[in-house]
Nanobody, 115 residues
C-alpha cells in the first residue's frame, strides 16, 4: 500500500508564502518523477511543477519565478515553496509520484490566497 501525505496548505494573504510537503510511504519501486498539480473550482487539473530523479525541474509559466520545487529522495518527500502568492493561485494542490510502472496521487491540500 502506497500513501502520499500532504501538508502545508492553508489561508494566506496576497504576497504571502506557503510551503507544501508530500511524503511518500509504503512499498514501491524507485521514484522517478515527483510533481505538484492544482485544480481550481470549475477548472481542469493543471501541472504546477515537477522534478525528476535527476533533479531537472519544469514549471507552469504562471508560477515561474515565484514557486520552487525540491525533493529529498532519502525521505521520499517533495516540497513546493510558494512565494508572492496571488488570489489566482487558490486551488486544491495535489502531490503526484511516478514510479516504475505506477502513478500515485495525494488526497489534496487546499491553498487559499485572500485578503
Amino acid at each position: 500500500q502506497v500513501q502520499l501525505v500532504e501538508s502545508g496548505g492553508g489561508l494566506v494573504q496576497p504576497g504571502g508564502s506557503l510551503r507544501l510537503s508530500c511524503a511518500a510511504s509504503g512499498s514501491f519501486l524507485s521514484i522517478n518523477t515527483m510533481a505538484w498539480y492544482r485544480q481550481a473550482p470549475g477548472k481542469l487539473r493543471e501541472l504546477v511543477a515537477r522534478i525528476t530523479s535527476g533533479s531537472s525541474t519544469n514549471y507552469a509559466d504562471s508560477v515561474k519565478g515565484r514557486f520552487t520545487i525540491s525533493r529529498d529522495s532519502a525521505k521520499r518527500t517533495v516540497y513546493l515553496q510558494m512565494n508572492s502568492l496571488k488570489p489566482e493561485d487558490t486551488a486544491i494542490y495535489f502531490c503526484y509520484v511516478l514510479t516504475l510502472g505506477s502513478v500515485y496521487w495525494g488526497q489534496g491540500t487546499q491553498v487559499t490566497v485572500s485578503s
